[in-house]
């Protein structure tokens, strides 16, 4: 054994060398279903208080034209942690697969490079009772169900896929006072299991990682702080909510509320990375997973309505809602802080999406480029290094929808309905140029249709709309 002791600390000496001895560490923090307004920094609305999250921008770089990959939370969250369209795999929208366990995120990526990583909050990447294509195959003994219900799923069949096991060392994964955990808010490593905690479900994400970054600051590290919030059940303690007058929207009251509890707990994790000597090669993201739910009228139905609902959040100034492919439904608050690494005060408007966070990780980590992914290393675009648009093109598809944003124009396809319009102008979505730039519309199709080509699951022609045609039907009566 002493023979081969100075063998393994070479050897690791030689990892540290190899992928450099000041690598940042990586937060990313992942909101639901919060609307591009529902930031201070981002000059929409007067009524949301975020002095956290405007500081962060303030400090750092706001994406005007920031992105994800789909309007629904499974795909989304699944295109922000592989780096890849999810698409290419098949998890299309909700209702179909969990997350392939064939894919690799971004923390185990991490993992190789020598990181300790972590996540707390939403997971939603397991099987579960809507997951009817995984359910077809690897559950035929329920074939003979019409509807399948949580409890069908057994659980042993959700731990492969649980974060515990997709590349998080420690995970407090959970949505409100149950947590599938490897470890304690008082610090204690335990073995993988379900742990009761008590107290406000966006109170105990940011504390589980204050407690993650202060167990682990000797070292790099990589935390997913998924906030289960404002998405509805709307829930908020007395703290947040007094802090809102109550002559206003109860929905939007409480949606304010949760933000201002995501703003404290920013606030709070700065405060820890700063405490920890670590906060000036701390590099955050925050990013909202898709755009506010509007329910087309924004309905104030009481808090005790538990289905879904608006959720008090707001896209101004874009068109539409969640679901949707227009810009409000994928363009969406979207936070790059690095004081250490990028210059404070930028206000980026080239097109960027979430598919970039693992492609900049990768390369901050010393991993290079990987070739699979489809997003690329932001760094040298918010510090000067590189002038052009990160992104020749930017592709979508959502139900019977698809989208690519080309430079300032997008085309958008819905059902047979084609719009192509300039999303860098006041007008944005509201002024329809197909009939002006029609060789242009040729051209943003054909990549479109190009890009469809190379998914799992390609559709040509363009799908059909459904469900969606309503919001179509609202959003671009003009």
């Not at 195959?137 to 219900?149: G, Q, S, T, V």
């Not at 008090?312 to 363009?331: A, D, F, Q, Y």
């Not at 719009?419 to 140029?433: M, Q």
Request: glycine share 8%; with cysteine.
């Amino acid at each position: 054994m002493k023979s081969r002791y100075p063998i393994l600390v070479l050897l690791l000496w030689m990892t540290s060398l190899s992928f450099g001895q000041d690598r940042p560490n990586i937060i990313l923090i992942f909101t639901d279903d919060q609307g591009y307004a529902d930031v201070g920094a981002n000059g929409q609305v007067s009524d949301i208080k975020t002095p956290n999250l405007d500081l962060l921008a303030k400090n750092g770089a706001r994406m005007t034209s920031g992105y994800v990959t789909a309007p629904q939370c499974i795909p989304s969250r699944a295109g922000l942690l592989t780096g890849r369209y999810q698409q290419r795999f098949g998890l299309d929208h909700n209702g179909l697969i969990p997350l392939p366990l064939s894919e690799t995120l971004i923390a185990e990526r991490m993992q190789k490079a020598g990181y300790v990583t972590g996540m707390t909050g939403k997971w939603h990447l397991d099987p579960n009772h809507q997951s009817n294509e995984w359910i077809v195959e690897n559950l035929p003994e329920l074939n003979h169900k019409k509807k399948y219900l949580p409890e069908d799923i057994p659980f042993e069949k959700k731990i492969p896929y649980m974060s515990s096991n997709r590349g998080f060392d420690k995970t407090f994964q959970g949505y409100g006072t149950n947590f599938w955990a490897t470890y304690t808010l008082d610090g204690d490593e335990i073995e993988a299991q379900w742990i009761k905690q008590e107290g406000y479900r966006l109170d105990v994400q940011t504390d589980a990682t204050v407690e993650f970054i202060k167990k682990n600051s000797d070292k790099p590290f990589f935390y997913y702080l998924s906030y289960f919030a404002p998405h509805v059940p709307l829930e908020a303690t007395k703290k947040y909510l007094d802090r809102f007058p109550e002559d206003m929207p109860v929905r939007r009251r409480y949606c304010l509320a949760m933000m201002s509890a995501i703003d404290d707990g920013v606030g709070k994790i700065k405060q820890t990375l700063r405490e920890m000597g670590v906060e000036e090669n701390t590099i955050i993201f925050f990013i909202s997973d898709n755009g506010a739910p509007l329910k087309i009228t924004m309905e104030d139905k009481p808090i005790s309505f538990k289905g879904g609902a608006w959720d008090g959040s707001l896209n101004t100034p874009w068109v539409g809602e969640k679901g949707m492919l227009s810009e409000g439904g994928i363009r969406v608050p979207f936070i790059i802080n690095w004081p250490k690494g990028i210059p404070g005060g930028q206000v980026y408007d080239k097109p960027v999406i979430s598919l970039d966070v693992a492609a900049t990780c990768v390369a901050l980590a010393g991993l290079g480029t990987v070739d699979e992914l489809d997003g690329v290393n932001l760094i040298p675009y918010l510090n000067g290094e590189k002038k052009e648009d990160p992104h020749e093109a930017i592709y979508w598809r959502f139900w019977g929808q698809q989208a690519v944003r080309m430079g300032n124009y997008k085309f958008l396809k819905a059902g047979d309905t084609e719009y192509l319009f300039d999303v860098s102008t006041s007008e944005h979505e509201n002024k329809n140029l197909i009939q002006e730039y029609p060789e242009m519309a040729k051209t943003m199709r054909k990549s479109l249709m190009d890009w469809d080509s190379e998914l799992k699951n390609p559709v040509s022609p363009f799908g059909e709309i459904g469900n969606e045609n309503e919001w179509y039907e609202h959003y671009f009566k003009n």
